[in-house]
């Protein structure tokens, strides 16, 4: 028969493996954390307007989802704005951005030509009239960890904000309807 003493160690063990484990799931998502600081593509040297902060988690599926926080804070137009990873992680000048982020067998990251296929296309970003921007959104399109569809590839990802608003494209391909140009660039830096 146990005593009561090895009762509380075989508790104690349990306890401390248990923790263990629950440090070891947060140490895994806190691993798969990034961020990008938005700059204005106009003015390159304008400090920052904005920010994404993004964490890689698992589904009850295990399946990998990405959390992504926006927050514009000024130097952008009240009205929503088109917003993506694109598929290199250069933002001097916007364009180095390239199209959007599409890795696979298929890939096709032309921003109009594919939309909104593409595993970089996310949802609009609203701006209110203060200048203000709050955007919390999930995809499991890309992932931060590493894997085929890891925006930390050979050279990286950006976010982009455009000029206008995503219209998705239900018409197939017509220019523009991906939100135009760019007005916001981010490259996205693992922690
Ligand atoms: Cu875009």
Not at 12 to 37: P, V, W
Not at 53 to 76: C, I, Q, T, Y
Request: proline share 6%; charged share 20%.
């Amino acid at each position: 028969m146990l005593g009561a003493g090895t009762a509380g160690v075989c508790l104690l063990a349990l306890a401390s493996s248990a923790l263990e484990s629950r440090a070891e799931e947060l140490q895994d998502i806190a691993e798969h954390t990034a961020h990008a600081i938005l700059r204005s593509c106009d003015d390159p040297w304008e400090p920052r307007i904005g920010s994404v902060f993004l964490r890689e988690r698992p589904s009850s599926e295990g399946v990998k989802l990405v959390d992504l926080l926006v927050r514009v804070r000024r130097g952008l137009e009240a009205g929503q704005h088109a917003l993506h990873i694109h598929e290199t992680g250069e933002c001097s000048p916007c364009s180095a951005a390239k199209g959007h982020f599409d890795p696979g067998p298929n890939s096709n990251s032309s921003p109009d030509g594919n939309h909104p296929f593409h595993a970089g296309d996310l949802i609009n970003l609203t701006v209110d009239d203060n200048g203000q921007g709050n955007l919390l959104t999930t995809t499991s399109r890309v992932t931060l960890s590493e894997g085929p569809l890891s925006v930390f590839d050979e050279d990286g990802s950006a976010f982009i904000v455009h000029v206008n608003p995503d219209t998705y494209c239900p018409d197939g391909e017509e220019a523009g309807c991906a939100g135009g140009a760019r007005a916001a660039c981010g490259i996205i830096r693992s922690h």
